[in-house]
Structures are given as C-alpha cells and as structure tokens.
C-alpha cells in the first residue's frame, strides 16, 4: 500500500521540476526578448535623435545666414529641439511612443527638404542679383571715372575758352591813332583859330584814327570823348555817359562810326559854353565802353 503514496510523490516532484523548468525557459526568454527590445529601442531611439540633430544643425547653419527666412527657422527650429529632448528622455516603458516620434520626424524632414529646397532657390536668386548688382556697381564706377575724366576735360576746355574768349575780346579791341587836340577860339566871321589861351577857348576838337581790325565785328561803334581838367572835372559833360568796366563816367562828346573794318578818320569838336581855366586838360577816347587811347593838352 506504500508504493502508491511513492509513486504520487515522485510525479509531483516531476511535475515541479518541470514547471520550475518551464518558469526558468520563459524567464530566460522573456529576458532574452526583453534585452533584444531594450537593443531595438536604443537603436531606434538613437536614430531618431541622430535624425533629429542633422535637422537641428541644418536649420542653425540656414538661421545663421540670416536671410527673410530666419525668423520662421527660428520657430522650426524650436520644434525640432523640444521634439528631440522628447526623445531622448524616453524610456524602454515608453518604447511604444517610438513610432509617433518617428512618425514626427518623417514629417519634419519633408517639411525641412521643401523649406530648404525654397531657401535654395531664393538663395540663388539672390546671388544672381548680387552678381547682376555688381555688375551695374561696376559698369557705375566705370561711368563715374568717365564722369569724372569728361568733367576734368571740360574744366580744361573752359579755362581754354575762357583764355581764348579773352584773347579774342583783346584782338576785337578798335585800336585808334594818336589823339590830336587843339583848342578853338570863334573869330568874328565865324570860323575857329587854334589858341592856347585859356579864357579865350570856345571849342575843343579832337581827331584821330579807328585802326583797321580785321577780327572786329563790323558796324555801328560808339565812340566816347572824354575831357577832363586839373581837378579831373569833366569838361562840357553831355547826358549820354560811356559806360567804363561796367561803370557808367561822364563824357564830353559821343559819336556813331560806321565802321567797316577799315581805317576811318574821327572828328569830335566839343564846344565850351563857359570860361575854363589854365592848366593841363587830358583827352581820353572810348571805342564801345574800352578806354583805347589818351593825350593830354596845357592851356595858359
């Protein structure tokens, strides 16, 4: 009757060996799944940040750039930190989180190509208007160098034809003959005398020559005498004043040559109303407002 109770025993230590077995089987296997989870998710746990920095580091080199886009790589960039962080504090618990960071991120490298495939293209649209403004800085430089080269030979080409204008003014000058003067004193019958009587003088005359010129313009000249005392008063003045290096002087005698170019003789005779005094009077000749020749004559 014993080897019954034996006999249970034995197959209820056998049953717990093998139970203890098959614990110990599982154990080993679940330990064995569980490192090989733990190994998967490392791996894709590390993928996804290396993902994730190579994002980072692209936005940080476009921010740096600091084109119109900077502003919203900034705002991505945010993103892409704090999704990174996210996944680098996962846990092996959190293993199941692994594909909607993947997920994410998928989403994230899609949206950097596009963005930077648009920062490209207006990247080289820039540099293309860079060049282009090079260009016009350069032809503009060009053209200011001429500018300034034109406005140099201009300058030199003024000052010529200012000495030129000068010299021109100076050869159309009407040079005239010696000034011949004379006093006059009136005769019963008429006629005038020469004297050198002061009270006795009633007229002045003045002869000379307007010289040829060549250069000068030819026409009306207007030809100014003036006779002047002592005391540098203008004897006899008449209303029509000659006009001397734009200062109007009174004059004596005004007369139209219609000159021709050629030699033409002038005769002025200026009468004198009133008694004048002894002494040396100074004879000057204006051909159009130019003082061209003097001489002087001395009364007693």
């Known amino acids: 009757m014993m080897i019954p109770s034996i006999i249970k025993n034995n197959g209820f230590t056998a049953f717990l060996i093998l139970l203890v077995f098959i614990i110990g089987v599982l154990s080993y296997q679940n330990a064995k799944d569980y490192s090989e989870l733990k190994a998967v998710f490392e ?28 502003l919203k790589l900034k705002d991505e960039l945010e993103k892409v930190v704090q999704l990174r962080d996210s996944v680098k504090n996962l846990k092996e618990a959190d293993y199941r989180f692994i594909r909607y960071y993947r997920k994410r991120t998928k989403i994230l490298i899609e949206e950097n190509h596009k963005l930077f495939e648009k920062i490209n293209y207006l990247s080289s649209i820039n540099d293309e208007l860079l060049s282009k403004n090079d260009s016009v800085k350069q032809a503009l430089l060009f053209k200011e160098h001429q500018n300034t080269k ?19 003014a100076i050869a159309e000058v009407i040079e005239i003959s ?20 002061s009270e006795k003088v009633n007229a002045f005359k003045i002869e000379f020559d307007l010289l040829e010129n060549k250069v000068a313009a030819p026409g009306p000249k207007e030809v100014h005498i003036q006779i002047t005392d002592n005391n540098n008063n203008v004897v006899a003045p008449i209303k029509d004043d000659c006009t001397h290096n734009k200062k109007k002087i009174p004059c004596s005698d005004v007369l139209i040559a219609d000159y021709n170019n050629r030699q033409l003789s002038m005769v002025s005779v200026v009468n004198i109303n009133n008694k004048i005094t002894a002494g040396v009077y100074h004879i000057s000749t204006f051909v159009n407002g130019i003082n061209v020749g003097k001489n002087s004559l001395d009364l007693k």
């Open 43 to 70: 791996l894709d746990k590390d993928e996804l940040e290396q993902e994730l920095t190579t994002i980072i580091k692209d936005y940080r080199q476009a921010s740096f750039k600091k084109n119109e886009y900077s």
């Open 150 to 168: 034109l406005s140099s030979i201009n300058n030199q080409l003024s000052k010529e034809r200012q000495v030129l204008k000068e010299k021109v």
């Open 178 to 197: 010696t000034i011949k003067a004379e006093a006059l004193k009136k005769k019963r019958n008429g006629k005038y005398t020469s004297t050198t009587r």
